[in-house]
Nanobody, 122 residues
Framework: QVQLVESGGGLVQAGGSLRLSCAAS????????MGWFRRAPGKEREFVGY????????YYKDSVKGRFTISRDNAKNTGYLQMNNLKPEDAAVYYC???????????????WGQGTQVTVSS
């Protein structure tokens, strides 16, 4: 059992940067793979990326590679999504999730945050 709370969303202009945080409480966050997902208006929720338990492995959706960086600080029970060079198509509600398998499938993530909205203006 782990509770997740995202923060850091907001309004930025295209080309800007934003860092999202995912604060975990309950069981040790280091027990879980941490995934990031997003849902844009009118679209289904999609996988953004994940980071392994110790932080040694990351994987990203092709469209965000080179722009987004996932990291974690297990001592703080916190994960991060650094987003650079944001594009209008990145606008979405972003969710962090904790799971047990290093894949980009929603079904393996058992715990979810409430989401934080990212708006990108052009």
């Amino acid at each position: 059992q782990v509770q997740l709370v995202e923060s850091g969303g907001g309004l930025v202009q295209a080309g800007g940067s934003l860092r999202l945080s995912c604060a975990a409480s309950g069981r040790a966050f280091s027990n879980y793979v941490m995934g990031w997902f997003r849902r844009a208006p009118g679209k289904e929720r999609e996988f953004v990326g994940y980071i392994s338990r110790s932080g040694g492995n990351t994987y990203y959706k092709d469209s965000v590679k080179g722009r987004f960086t996932i990291s974690r600080d297990n001592a703080k029970n916190t994960g991060y999504l650094q987003m650079n060079n944001l594009k209008p198509e990145d606008a979405a509600v972003y969710y962090c999730a904790a799971g047990n398998v290093e894949v980009g499938l929603e079904k393996v993530y058992n715990y979810w945050g409430q989401g934080t909205q990212v708006t990108v203006s052009s």
